[in-house]
């Protein structure tokens, strides 16, 4: 199971390289969201089960519990990347309603007078 977890995570932080890569600002945000939901799941993946150890406030059992803490922390970096994610939407299309393109090769530099 852990070289399919793998697999999965280094596929999306391919395509998520791929679309930061690309020239839109869309697809730019959208490589973000793998990027975050890539690292999301590498920090689940990490997590494990305690094999030996106690599990925290259960004390000693013969099932395997997993740590309590890589989950609360993937469910907190979930709402933050959701509303990054929000942001940067709601700036692509301020850019792209202010410019009309939403490449970011043909935006105006903000050089010229």
Same mark, same amino acid.
């Given at each position: 199971?852990?070289?399919?977890?793998?697999?999965?995570?280094?596929?999306? /932080?391919?395509? $998520?390289?791929?679309?930061?890569?690309?020239?839109?600002?869309?697809?730019? !945000?959208?490589? /973000? $969201?793998? @990027?975050?939901?890539?690292?999301?799941?590498?920090?689940?993946?990490?997590?494990? @089960?305690?094999?030996?150890?106690?599990?925290?406030?259960? $004390?000693?059992?013969?099932?395997?519990?997993?740590?309590?803490?890589?989950?609360?922390? !993937?469910?907190?970096?979930?709402?933050?990347?959701?509303? !990054?994610?929000?942001?940067?939407?709601?700036?692509? @299309?301020?850019? @792209?309603?202010?410019?009309?393109?939403?490449?970011?090769?043909?935006?105006?530099?903000?050089?010229?007078?």
């Amino acid at each position: 199971m852990e070289i399919v977890m793998a697999l999965v995570v280094g596929v999306l /932080f391919g395509v $998520g390289t791929y679309m930061l890569l690309r020239p839109s600002l869309i697809r730019i !945000v959208m490589g /973000f $969201g793998l @990027y975050s939901n890539a690292a999301n799941l590498l920090l689940m993946a990490c997590g494990g @089960y305690a094999q030996e150890a106690a599990a925290p406030f259960i $004390g000693e059992s013969t099932q395997l519990h997993m740590d309590p803490l890589p989950p609360d922390i !993937v469910l907190t970096a979930i709402v933050i990347s959701f509303a !990054v994610g929000a942001l940067l939407l709601i700036i692509c @299309y301020r850019v @792209y309603r202010d410019h009309g393109v939403d490449d970011p090769e043909r935006l105006p530099s903000g050089a010229e007078g």
